[in-house]
């Protein structure tokens, strides 16, 4: 079955830097790939997503991007801000389940002020 | 428009006892989900309805968990007995046709 791998599980930078977050995932049939706030005490919220057939999308400070040939995808935020510290979760699924999402371990970010 | 709602939001109880959890998704959302997430990892998903039929429920502890989906709306997940690696917190979600997921805040059960 799929398998994601998600690394750092944890990032600390300087507000107004960037943060990148990677994800690597096992199953070459999986096509929709969704990235995932989670601040303490709440649900998931998702922030953006990217399909198998786009590389790369873009929302506001938010960027993700898509390796198909190398199975991996990352998520890129710039400018970053306090209110960016959350657990980021990335997740994969195959086609026909866009339910049955995979969820990598979590990235918890830190910006400080 | 309001989010997935669930209850309890905590819930302590003692291994072998029995517990419920109630969700209400957003209106017109089709599919349901209940996901766990242990502490420091990522959910898992238990059990997918589609109205008020299930889909997926391939993870789903069937000795000792269940899930219901009466008339393609509210749904509940039962743990009768608890053991102590169900201690977690248990995450509903919805989608409309498949699509983009909405999570609820989740209950957060500890087992004693």
């Known amino acids: 079955g799929e398998n994601v791998e998600q690394h750092p599980s944890t990032l600390s930078v300087q507000e107004g830097d960037s943060a990148v977050i990677k994800c690597t995932y096992s199953d070459s049939a999986s096509n929709y790939f969704p990235w995932y706030k989670q601040e303490l005490g709440k649900g998931p919220q998702l922030i953006i997503d990217?399909?198998?057939?786009?590389g790369e999308k873009k929302d506001q400070r938010i960027a993700v991007t898509l390796n198909k040939t190398a199975k991996h995808f990352s998520l890129h935020i710039t400018e970053t801000q306090p209110e960016d510290s959350a657990v980021y979760f990335c997740?994969?699924?195959?086609?026909?389940?866009?339910?049955?999402?995979?969820f990598g371990k979590g990235t918890k970010l830190s910006v400080k002020p | 428009e309001a989010g997935v709602a669930q209850s309890p939001r905590y819930k302590i109880i003692e291994k072998r006892q029995s517990v419920a959890f109630w969700c209400n998704p957003i209106?017109?959302?089709?599919?349901l989900y209940w996901y766990q997430q242990i502490l420091g990892q990522g959910p898992k998903l238990l059990i997918q309805f589609q109205n008020n039929g299930v889909v997926d429920d391939s993870q789903l502890p069937k000795d000792r968990f269940s899930a219901e989906r009466l008339k393609g709306v509210d749904s509940t997940l039962k743990i009768q007995p608890a053991k102590l690696e169900d201690s977690a917190v248990y995450l509903c979600?919805?989608?409309?046709?498949?699509?983009?997921?909405?999570f609820g805040s989740g209950t957060q059960l500890s087992v004693l």
């Open positions: 990217i399909r198998s057939n786009v």
């Open positions: 997740a994969a699924s195959g086609a026909g389940s866009q339910g049955n999402l995979i």
């Open positions: 979600a919805s989608s409309h046709q498949g699509a983009k997921l909405f």
């Open positions: 209106s017109g959302h089709a599919t």
